[in-house]
Every structure is written in C-alpha cells, then in structure tokens.
Nanobody, 125 residues
Framework: QLRLVESGGGLVQPGGSLRLSCAAS????????VGWFRQAPGKEREGVIC????????KYVDSVKGRFTIFRDNAKNTVYLQMNSLKPEDTAVYYC??????????????????WGQGTQVTVSS
C-alpha cells in the first residue's frame, strides 16, 4: 500500500524556520517526482516547490524563492521541505504528493495521484 506521511509542522514566529518531512512507505520515493503544496483557509491548494526524479529540475513559486528548499534522503525514503525566513502568509496546511514520473509539476494538483494527510504550519508572533 502506497502511503505518504507528513510531519514537522507547528507554530513558529515570523523569520523562523521549520523542516517538514514526507516519509513514504510501500514504494521507493526516489523514483517519483515529489511536490509540496499548501492550502490556507478559504483558499485553493497551491503548489509551492517540487523535485523531479532522476536528477530532473526543481521548481518553485516566486513567493518562496530563496527561502524554501526541497531535498531527498533516499536511505530514509523521505523528502524534506526546509522553510526559512517564514512569513505569516506561509501559514497553511502543507501536503506532500508523489507521481511516478520524472518531471515534477507545481501548477496542478491533478498531476499527483498520491497524497499525504497534511501538516499544519502556523507563522505568528
């Protein structure tokens, strides 16, 4: 059974950092494109950053450029989202998603058949 589980969310002050984890079971995540999406209250789910498989490109939205990075630990079958210089507008439920293709996408949630349950990130003083 393919499963993704996010963890690492919480409450952080503006300017702080968090690292989210997306642990996979039932499949080898390094062969999958992985994306991180977020959904704020009353808003649609949006793509934030993604990592292609097999050395393909990483993509991200302009609002997180220079602040968010994505990386894999294949030994742990986990993908991470490192978030620095967090802002109140980053507050949302964060989801990881996987697709068994090389090239990742952040423009469409429909590109990903596998999703985690989400983890809440709140940026507030």
């Amino acid at each position: 059974q393919l499963r993704l589980v996010e963890s690492g969310g919480g409450l952080v002050q503006p300017g702080g950092s968090l690292r989210l984890s997306c642990a996979a079971s039932g499949f080898a995540l390094d062969y999958y494109a992985v994306g991180w999406f977020r959904q704020a209250p009353g808003k649609e789910r949006e793509g934030v950053i993604c990592m292609s498989s097999s050395g393909g490109p990483t993509k991200y939205v302009d609002s997180v450029k220079g602040r968010f990075t994505i990386f894999r630990d294949n030994a742990k079958n986990t993908v991470y989202l490192q978030m620095n210089s967090l802002k109140p507008e980053d507050t949302a439920v964060y989801y990881c998603a996987a697709n068994g293709v090389i090239m990742c996408e952040i423009d469409s949630i429909y590109a990903y058949p596998f999703w985690g349950q989400g983890t809440q990130v709140t940026v507030s003083s």
